[in-house]
Structures are given as structure tokens and as C-alpha cells.
């Protein structure tokens, strides 16, 4: 069974290659892209101290002495402690070997991938984690598609047009709640979403919270500058 306790704690996946976004991570790990001037892991403690977390375990790994630096200059606004992967362990292996150095072990803990940019109210994803009495929730996004999409009626006739809509699927937004007992089901090497995502579906065990806000992966350089662009919108006060 899971808490109802508010969630304090969260760690923050930071260490990926980030190889399609070079040339900018040649010099500087992923979540150090900077979108509207601030990297995105600085948006995350921000968002995250908003949300009422005090301490943070970032997972650091390519360009770690570059990450750890930039931490460790500017006062951040949660307890934060950095963890190094001296090899690659895989994203659900990253997360259990960062997971086991969170000052709660009795607590849930949030956990994020270090390429999200996202504003939403974190806390009703607790709530609702809690709610289901699950041991992983996940929060699922809709990207818009890259596409126009054609709309028609029942007898085939075009009706509409609509520029990248939201994708009618929800995806794995790399932003998860967890029971403190998921560090007993993660594995020590591997993904996470191949191993013991799967076996909590079949058990019922896992839940999938429903993102309304906004969410965006940045991936590629074309992320960044829409992002910074979409950012940018929703912080004007006529923005809906």
C-alpha cells in the first residue's frame, strides 16, 4: 500500500549521452540545454521545490564533473546530493542505484528524465498515485504530431483541417510516483519499461496519471527553439 504522506523526495535521471543533440553535448550533459536561458535541469528543482520536494538526488553520468560544477555554483532551492554511475546501468537500473541514496527510504519519491520540459500540478499527481494505492504511476503526455491532420465526416467528405494536434495516444512522459518499495522491483541493469513496468500491469499495480500542462522531451535542436517559444507564450498574461 502507498502513503498518503505528501512526496519530498526525487531523483533526477541527468546522466544520457544526449546524441542527437550534439554538437551542444559535446561540451555540456543534456540537462544543461539551455531553453528561454535557463537549463532544464534548473527549471526541474525549480518546478520540483514548487511541489513541494525538499531533496533530490540527481543521477549524473556524461560530462558529470561539467553537471556537478554548475550545481554546485548557484544556490538551489532543495537539498540536492548527485550520485555518478561509474557505467552505464540503464535508465530503470539508474533509478534504483539513485533511488537507494534518497534520504527517505520509507517515503515515495518522484523521479524525472533530465530531458522534460514541463509545468503541471505535481502534486495532483501524488494525490491521484495515491489514490490507486499504486506502486508506479506514470504521467502521460500527448505530443502534438508533427503533422496536419485531415478530418472527415461519416460519408468521407473532408470537414476540417488541424495543424499538429495532440497525438491521440498518451505516452510515457518520463515523469513517474513511486511506492518506496520499488527499489525491491527495479532492476539492477536495464530498463525499467521492459521489465518491471510490465510485470506491475499485469498485477494491476500500475497507474497512468494524465498530464494537463504543459510537456515537451527535448530531443533534438528543433526542441529547443520551439519550446523556448511555447515557454514563452504560456508565461504571457493573456495566454489561456
Known sequence: MTSDLPVRQAVILAGGQGSRLKPYTDTIPKVMIEVAGRCIIDHQLEWLAESGVTDVVVSAGHLSEVLLEHLD?????????????????????????????????????YALNGDIWTRFDLRAMAAYHAERQAVATIGLARPRLPWGVVELDGYGRVTDFVESPPSPYPINGGIYVFAPHILDLLPDVGDHERTTFPSLAKDRRLAGFPIEGYWRAIDTAKDIGEAAKEFASLRRPDAE
Not at 555518478?84 to 517515503?107: C, F, M, Q, T, V
Open 73 to 109: 555554483s548557484r544556490e538551489q532551492p532543495v537539498r540536492l546530493q548527485s550520485v555518478i554511475e561509474d557505467e552505464p546501468l540503464g535508465r530503470g537500473g539508474g533509478l534504483k542505484y539513485a533511488g537507494k541514496h534518497l534520504s527517505r527510504p520509507d517515503e515515495g519519491w
